[in-house]
Nanobody
Framework: QVQLVESGGGLVQPGGSLRLSCAAS????????MAWYRQAPGKQRELVAH???????NYAEFVKGRFTISRDNSKNTVSLQMNNLKPEDTAVYYC?????????WGQGTQVTVSS
């Protein structure tokens, strides 16, 4: 059974930084891509960043140059470093593991950017 547990959310002022982490249980983590999504109130969940098993990354246009996704296969973790945060980054952020048979999600962590 795969479980994903996010941590690191919180309240930060505009221009500030946060680092989200996602810990994955199970031994299959390092074989698959991982991703971070976010969902703001009243909006659909959207892809933020994606990292392959080999470490290649892709980002949504709205976070390019500000966010960095990384993974540590030895620790079964994927992280999202968020810099220069803006109020429009306020959302619940979800860790995602898209397996062929099922899409796994974490419980989400709230990020609020406000002065």
């Amino acid at each position: 059974q795969v479980q994903l547990v996010e941590s690191g959310g919180g309240l930060v002022q505009p221009g500030g930084s946060l680092r989200l982490s996602c810990a994955a249980s199970g031994s299959i983590f390092n074989r698959y891509a991982m991703a971070w999504y976010r969902q703001a109130p009243g909006k659909q969940r959207e892809l933020v960043a994606h990292i392959t098993s080999g470490g290649s990354t892709n980002y949504a246009e709205f976070v390019k140059g500000r966010f960095t996704i990384s993974r540590d296969n030895s620790k079964n973790t994927v992280s999202l470093q968020m810099n220069n945060l803006k109020p429009e980054d306020t959302a619940v952020y979800y860790c995602n593991l898209p397996l062929p048979v099922r899409n796994y999600w974490g419980q989400g962590t709230q990020v609020t950017v406000s002065s």
